[in-house]
């Protein structure tokens, strides 16, 4: 009978001990999880030098630009894409500078290189990629500059906040309060 006893508090007072290890692997992984986003974008600003690259060699494997033109029409003028593309500059860079006041998780920089994707295409087609590369190609480096800088701060003060949890859990041997309400 003492037998029986003492494996039931053995069993009991493991379940502590496992939720433990299991609130701590789970920190371990988030922190591993959000070191790996942290690098989205860097990977971003990867992808659209890479596509820099095409539209600095003028699109070689795209058809020539008479032969889209007859089969869709006249693309915008050079102008108007030019006004587009500040407007989404702009536009760009708010919303990224919100975001990182905020404090908001939002992997949107693969987004930027489809729409920067977009701008090289309409100036191509518009015969006017020449004059215009280095405006696209100057707005897209800085907003996926400062989407890669929000991305990695928001990742980075995550990171040490799941530190610290961890931490304090080691100590305590449970996790720390949220702090939802700010003290006055």
């Not at 433990?20 to 986003?37: N, P, S």
């Not at 690098?39 to 890479?50: E, I, M, Q, Y």
């Not at 003028?77 to 905020?102: D, N």
Request: glycine content about 6%; proline content about 5%; hydrophobic content about 45%.
């Amino acid at each position: 009978m003492e037998q029986a006893e003492n494996d039931k508090t053995g069993v009991m007072g493991q379940a502590p001990c496992d939720s433990q290890a299991a609130l701590r692997q789970g920190l371990l992984d988030e922190i591993k999880r959000l070191k790996r986003f942290s690098n989205r974008g860097l990977w971003a600003l990867s992808l659209f030098l890479l596509l820099s690259m095409l539209a600095w060699r003028e699109f070689w494997f795209l058809p020539a630009p008479q032969s889209v033109i007859q089969a869709l029409g006249a693309p915008p003028t050079p102008l108007m894409i030019s006004l587009v593309l500040v407007l989404y500059t702009f536009s760009a860079i708010i919303l990224s500078l919100s975001r990182m006041m905020a404090g908001l998780r939002h992997p949107s920089s693969f987004c930027h290189v489809g729409y920067l994707a977009g701008f090289y295409l309409f100036y191509y087609f518009a015969e006017a990629l020449a004059d215009n590369y280095w405006a696209v190609f100057g707005a897209g480096f800085t907003i996926l500059c400062l989407e890669s800088y929000r991305i990695w701060t928001f990742c980075s003060d995550q990171v040490g906040k799941r530190t610290e949890q961890l931490a304090f859990l080691d100590r305590n041997g449970r996790l720390p309060p949220e702090e939802d309400s700010p003290e006055l």
